[in-house]
C-alpha cells in the first residue's frame, strides 16, 4: 500500500499534467437483440436539458433522467455524437439508476470553443458538473472518448467515482499524422459529410450500413449535426492522450467492454487496459464500435451484472 501510494505521487508529478495541477490550483470545481428495439433520438429539444457554465467559460449541456433517490450513473458520449446516443439505455439502466448525460465540450448543443481540447479539461467539466450538482460520488460509464474521460476520472478523481465502465475505448490512439490531417481539414475545408462516412463506417457493421438501418441514419445525423471547430478540438484532445502507463493507479472497480469486430479502439486495447488496471474485468461482444446500439441487451445486462452487485 505504502508502494502504491508512493507509485501515484512520483507518476502524477511526472506525467506532464503540470496543466491540471494549474486548473485545480484556481479551485474551478466551484463552480443483437433487433435492431428494431433500438430507440435513439438525435432530437436536441431543450425540453429537459439544461446548462450550467464551467471554470473557464463553456456552457455545457446535460440531462438528468430517473429518481433523485437513485444512485447516480454518468453516462459519457462518444465523439461527434451528443448525449442522445444513450437514449436506447434510458428505460433499461433508469430502474436503476439516476442518470446524468452531457454533451462533452465540442459537442451536441454544449459549446463548441475554438483550439484544441484536452482530455484533462473534459474530465474537470464533468467534476465541475458534479460540483455543481452537489454530487459527491457516481457511477461513470463512457464509450469512445468518453472512455478516455473515465480513465482520466479514475486516475486523477478516484475518489469522485464508484465504478467505472469503459466502453469500446483506448489509453492512446494513433496515428498522429491522421488526427493533424483531420484537424486541418475541419478547419480549412470542413467536408462533414466526409466525415460522417467515415464514422459510420467505423461505428457499425457492413449489413447495418447497407441494409440503410434507421439508427445508422440518426448517427450520421449527430455528426452532420456536430461543429466542425468542436470535432477538430475534440480530435485534438483524443491525439493528445495517452495512459497506457497511469491507467495502472486505478483504485476503482472496474469494466471494460471491448467490440471484436472494433477497428478503432480495437479488442487488443482494450486487453492492454485490462492487464494494466488492476482487478478489472474485460467482457467482449460480438460488435463493431457502438455496442450500446449493436448489442443492446447484451450491453445493457453487463452494465446491471456489474453495477448491482456489491
Known amino acids: 500500500m505504502i508502494f502504491k501510494k508512493g507509485l501515484r505521487k512520483f507518476v502524477l508529478g511526472s506525467c506532464l499534467l503540470t496543466s491540471v495541477n494549474l486548473l485545480y490550483a484556481q479551485n474551478v470545481s466551484k463552480k443483437k437483440i433487433t435492431h428494431m428495439e433500438t430507440s435513439v433520438s438525435n432530437n436536441l429539444s431543450k425540453e429537459n436539458m439544461q446548462f450550467f457554465i464551467t471554470g473557464d467559460g463553456c456552457r455545457i449541456a446535460y440531462q438528468i433522467d430517473g429518481d433523485n433517490d437513485k444512485p447516480v450513473l454518468v453516462l459519457s458520449n462518444s465523439i461527434a455524437t451528443n448525449f442522445h446516443m444513450w437514449d436506447a439505455q434510458i428505460t433499461t439502466l433508469g430502474k436503476h439508476f439516476r442518470i446524468i448525460r452531457f454533451d462533452t465540450r465540442g459537442s451536441g448543443a454544449s459549446d463548441h470553443p475554438l483550439g484544441d481540447y484536452s ?72 467536408d462533414m459529410n466526409g466525415f460522417a462516412d467515415m464514422f459510420i463506417k467505423n461505428w457499425f457493421p457492413k449489413k447495418m450500413i447497407e441494409e440503410k438501418d434507421s439508427i445508422v441514419s440518426v448517427f450520421r445525423d449527430m455528426v452532420l449535426n456536430t461543429n466542425p471547430q468542436g470535432l477538430a478540438g475534440s480530435f485534438a484532445a483524443v491525439r493528445d492522450a495517452d495512459m497506457r502507463k497511469t491507467i495502472s493507479l486505478i483504485p476503482n472497480n472496474t469494466l471494460i467492454i471491448a467490440g471484436k469486430h472494433d477497428l478503432v479502439t480495437k479488442p487488443e486495447d482494450s486487453q492492454r487496459m485490462a492487464a494494466t488496471i488492476p482487478d478489472s474485468k474485460l467482457i467482449i461482444l460480438p460488435s463493431v464500435h457502438m455496442s450500446n446500439v449493436e448489442y443492446q441487451n447484451d450491453f445493457e445486462k453487463s452494465l446491471l451484472a456489474f453495477l448491482l452487485v456489491r
Request: proline content about 4%; charged content about 20%; overall charge negative.
Open 119 to 190: 482530455i484533462d479539461r473534459m474530465g474537470l467539466d464533468v467534476i465541475e458538473l458534479l460540483d455543481y450538482l452537489n454530487i459527491a460520488k457516481v457511477h461513470f460509464c463512457g464509450l469512445s472518448m468518453g472512455g478516455f474521460i473515465g480513465q482520466w476520472l479514475g486516475i486523477h478523481t478516484p475518489e469522485r467515482i464508484d465504478k467505472l465502465i469503459l466502453v469500446n475505448t483506448s489509453s492512446h490512439l494513433g496515428p498522429l499524422s491522421q488526427f493533424n490531417n483531420n484537424i486541418k481539414s475541419l478547419r480549412e475545408n470542413p
